[in-house]
């Protein structure tokens, strides 16, 4: 399952403010919202108020990307879905409101994952549609100069798209796990009673929010099994759904039960931001753990779970992981 390439590839996409922009706390949900309403205006073909009962909805890029569409009941391993993970994730600006300057540069990333890659050039028109038109309540705008595809968070980036030569450059567009440093062999320690225990840390650098029955778990309530639970499952949906790659479901089952004979040690704390939700026309107080979380175990375990949490630092995890909370990296 991790012996082969994966399609997820990660875009940085630079632009220029052409007037000062006031960013918000977290300018996750303003892009989302922005990228959405670009996307749509450009790809929809029939013009329709709305997706559900669409003709064109399971092979329209936006509905398959922004709204993709659940399988029909009882199509699925795991169980009947609502909805199903969006195969994008915006990476915003470093958490922090600031004022931008004129000719300042703004830059974000966003990651795509199985068929939504196949429609890159489509998202960079939307994107750039997007920032010419405007952003925020005040639509600042913003012209696209860059976009630049980061194949680890290590290598150096390869620009495949500027203003100035739109056509996009041939990229691998893929990930690779054997590629990779094994953070299970080299992040590791020998515990106190001289076994093989081992241990990974996380550095949530977003608001990572899990959620039990609807309610969000605070730092004393987060376990091992919880975040790993967590990252499996979106995984498998997101590789099933959008890769057509099958035993996911199987796989994330099995390792969510291995989490479960891992401990750890946190030091995390709870993040509140806001957000205006211009579909229920309010703000909304949403939140997060940040800080540094620590698995412990068997080094048999964690070598098992490590590919996932790998994985995991494109994909994020938690609520609201597509406009970029639950990011993580993990110790080198």
């Not at 600031?98 to 966003?110: I, K, S, T, Y």
């Not at 609807?214 to 967590?230: D, F, I």
């Not at 995984?235 to 099933?240: F, N, S, Y």
């Not at 479901?249 to 750890?264: C, F, K, N, V």
Request: proline share 7%.
């Amino acid at each position: 399952m991790f012996t082969r390439p994966h399609p997820i590839a990660r875009y940085r996409f630079t632009s220029i403010v052409q007037q000062p922009l006031q960013l918000p706390d977290f300018a996750g949900s303003l892009l989302r919202g922005q990228f959405g309403a670009a996307l749509r205006s450009v790809a929809c073909m029939t013009r329709a108020p709305a997706c559900p009962g669409c003709p064109l909805i399971q092979t329209c890029p936006y509905s398959r990307i922004f709204e993709a569409p659940p399988p029909p009941k009882g199509q699925h391993t795991l169980q009947d879905f609502s909805q199903i993970p969006k195969p994008y994730i915006i990476e915003p600006p470093t958490p922090g409101a600031r004022l931008l300057a004129a000719g300042e540069p703004l830059v974000f990333n966003l990651v795509l994952v199985g068929h939504a890659i196949d429609q890159l050039a489509l998202v960079v028109f939307a994107l750039q549609r997007m920032l010419a038109q405007g952003l925020t309540r005040q639509r600042v705008p913003a012209d696209l100069v860059q976009v630049d595809w980061l194949a680890t968070e290590a290598d150096s980036a390869q620009t495949i798209w500027t203003a100035s030569q739109p056509t996009l450059a041939a990229h691998a567009a893929s990930l690779n796990h054997l590629n990779s440093k094994s953070i299970a062999t080299s992040a590791v320690s020998t515990g106190a009673t001289g076994q093989n225990d081992v241990k990974i840390a996380l550095n949530i650098q977003t608001p990572l929010r899990l959620q039990h029955q609807g309610k969000p778990l605070g730092v004393g309530q987060l376990t091992p099994r919880a975040l790993v639970a967590a990252i499996a499952r979106r995984t498998a949906l997101l590789m099933e759904f959008h890769t057509g790659q099958s035993g996911w479901g199987e796989a994330a089952r099995a390792i969510t039960h291995l989490s479960e004979t891992l401990s750890d040690t946190q030091d995390l704390h709870w993040f509140d931001w806001t957000r205006y939700s211009s579909r229920q026309q309010q703000e909304m107080t949403l939140g997060g753990v940040l800080g540094t979380w620590t698995l412990h175990g068997s080094a048999e375990a964690l070598a098992q779970i490590e590919p996932w949490l790998w994985l995991g630092q494109w994909l994020h995890v938690g609520k609201n992981a597509t406009m970029g909370q639950g990011c993580y990296t993990l110790n080198s």
